[in-house]
């Protein structure tokens, strides 16, 4: 209920492409956010929706409960994957920037990592999963898929993130949806970055916590352009100057944006 309500408010405020003045900002509203091409290809997709159907169990753990777990891959392409709408956008983004490295934190069976990694074919993606089954079957996706610029590392984000080499251009955040652990994966990622870049938080409104962290996200020094799209936060990391926050309205119904 509490998030319907922040979803009104967040519909009142936000501006369309039309309220932005920032010609950078505009640009990437117009091109990425509120443009619908590049696709995501019908291989992914097909595979994804397929999965919904796949009644296999997948025996892993939940690093969060410390318990073992055996869910089915469709329960989890169901209710852990990404939406096809928002897929989508994180596909447009990636293939707009280009970027050399791209990190996600929180794999799960592999569909935002495929579509980030299709979208900037010679990025090198790699995807962080806690749980062993989930990663061993998102690493095979992306071997079926063709993906090979993807890989997945099975590990939690606190052991993967206090050895890698980081050098990150965008930077997806998608696990662990709690103020406390979302605030240290930030902290742990800025320093990582290729000197700019963006980290994407999804699920800012998920809870209270989630809420805080990414009011105190948008605070930070090093970051410079911030932009809500309720069910997502992209935040620009750069060198401290004058903060632009935008609160922008997606052009999707409700139905779409969610389920
Ligand atoms: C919402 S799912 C990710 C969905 C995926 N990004 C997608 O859209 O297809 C979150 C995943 O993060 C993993 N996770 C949560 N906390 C973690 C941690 N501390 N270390 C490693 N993995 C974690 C969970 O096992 C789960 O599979």
Known sequence: MQTFIDYLIHRIRSKTRHGVHSPSVYALIDTCIYADQPEVSKAILDHYAAAKKDLRLIKGEDLGKDAHTEVSVAQYARTAAIIDVQAALLHRFVHRSQPKKVLELGTNLGKSLACMASGA???????????????????????????????????????????????????????????????????????????????????????????????????????????????????????????EDFSIRFPSSLIRLFF
């Open 121 to 243: 074919p010679s990025a090198e993606c790699i995807g962080v999963e806690g749980n062993h089954g989930l990663a061993a079957y998102a690493q095979k996706a992306m071997s079926a898929l063709g993906l090979d610029n993807a890989r997945v590392v099975n590990a939690s984000f606190e052991a993967y993130l206090s050895s890698d080499q980081g050098g990150y251009d965008v930077v997806f955040v998608d696990g662990d949806h709690r103020y406390e652990p979302t605030l240290r994966y930030f902290e742990l990622v800025k320093s990582k970055m290729n000197g700019g870049g963006a980290i994407i938080f999804h699920d800012i409104y998920w809870s209270p916590g989630m809420k805080r962290a990414w009011a105190e996200i948008k605070k930070d020094r090093n970051v410079t352009v911030t932009i809500d799209l309720f069910f997502l936060g992209i935040a620009w990391m750069g060198k401290p100057q004058a903060k």
